[in-house]
């Protein structure tokens, strides 16, 4: 919500006012979640829950 209301009030000269207010402020909300949403994936796809890593083999390790 923060970030929809800190990207609103940088784009606020884009408003039309002889346009409806609350599409334009849906779109914004809605495009604030879905990069939000992108984020969280990358980083859910570089990190791994220890709890559910599983074991780490010798065969995994470089030789010494």
Known sequence: ?????LTLHRVR??????RPFTPWIS????RR???RGRARGRRSGREVDIE???P????SLPPA
């Open 56 to 59: 780490i083999s010798d065969a």
């Open 1 to 5: 919500m923060q970030d929809a209301l």
């Open 13 to 18: 000269a884009t408003y039309d006012p002889a």
């Open 27 to 30: 779109a914004i909300a809605e």
């Open 33 to 35: 979640a879905l990069d």
């Open 52 to 54: 559910n890593a599983g």
